[in-house]
């Protein structure tokens, strides 16, 4: 190896880079290409009221698997102690390699059952666990591609209130795609805003809906959802299946 072409640039797009690829790794919590392992044990946990609650991700890499925490059952990810993170202390008090923050994020739907499992601290905010990525998941670290569906097989249950905004993505094929959940990019903090902010590739298209009846989508590691993401990296889960 020749040692003298690795300079400071070099490094620092390699990192870069892994951050990218961590950041992919963090969507994986709200569906992703590759189904997360769940190694250590979930238990079923109900959120109610949780339209527009702030949510955060700790994701801890280690030699050969990323281990994500959400703090959507817990501490809720308050903006003062989410600002004083300290990825290299989070990273050596849990063993891990390196460590990655991924958020503030914003759920859309009013109410979810999800997969979650022990509660860890993170520089005083508690976060749950809720999955396990292997390395290889990461591929290239670019994500899903938007606007190119892709299958997800994890626990997910999500509830949209009747009389409440829906927003949707809209597929060439008549496809309907629900927003799970919108971060800090979205104008004004109202995903309504993403008819103007979004460049849908042809044949898609962003619209907002109010439906007259309760909406529920499932999804298990035995009945996947079709998921899709737009090009600001949200995810929208397709209605086949809704009640």
């Known amino acids: 190896m020749n040692m003298t072409a ?8 390699t990192m870069d880079t892994m951050k990218i690829a961590i950041l992919a790794a963090a969507l994986a919590c709200l569906g992703a290409p590759l ?21 955060c991700e700790f994701l801890l890499i280690y030699e050969d ?4 925490y959400n703090t959507s059952a817990s501490d809720g990810c308050p903006e003062d102690l989410w600002a004083s993170m300290d ?10 390699k390196m460590a990655q ?8 739907m009013d109410g979810q059952t999800l997969g979650l499992g022990e509660t860890a601290d993170f520089g005083g905010m508690a976060a749950r666990y809720a999955a396990t990525l292997p390395l290889a998941a990461l591929g290239s670290g670019k994500g899903a591609d ?4 892709y299958v997800s097989a994890k626990l997910q249950t999500m509830v949209f209130e009747s009389g409440k905004p ?23 903090g109202d ?34 959802v079709d998921m899709v993401g737009d090009d600001l990296h949200q995810y929208y889960t397709r209605m086949q299946g809704a009640q």
């Open 166 to 188: 829906v927003y949707q993505l809209v597929g060439p094929d008549g496809g309907v795609y629900i927003l799970n959940a919108y971060g800090e990019e979205v104008q004004g």
């Open 101 to 108: 923050l991924n958020g503030p994020h914003f759920w859309a």
């Open 6 to 13: 690795v300079t400071a640039d070099t490094i620092g797009n």
């Open 87 to 96: 990825t290299a202390a989070i990273a050596e008090a849990h063993g891990a």
């Open 146 to 149: 938007p606007y190119k569906p």
């Open 191 to 224: 995903p309504a805003n993403l008819a103007t902010q979004l460049s849908p590739a042809e044949g898609w298209s962003f619209r907002t809906e109010t439906p007259a009846q309760d909406l529920t989508i499932e999804g298990t590691s035995e009945t996947p």
């Open 35 to 55: 189904a997360a392992q769940s190694p250590k044990p979930v238990e079923p946990v109900t959120i109610s009221d949780m339209r527009g609650m702030r949510f």
């Open 65 to 68: 698997h990323v281990d994500i």
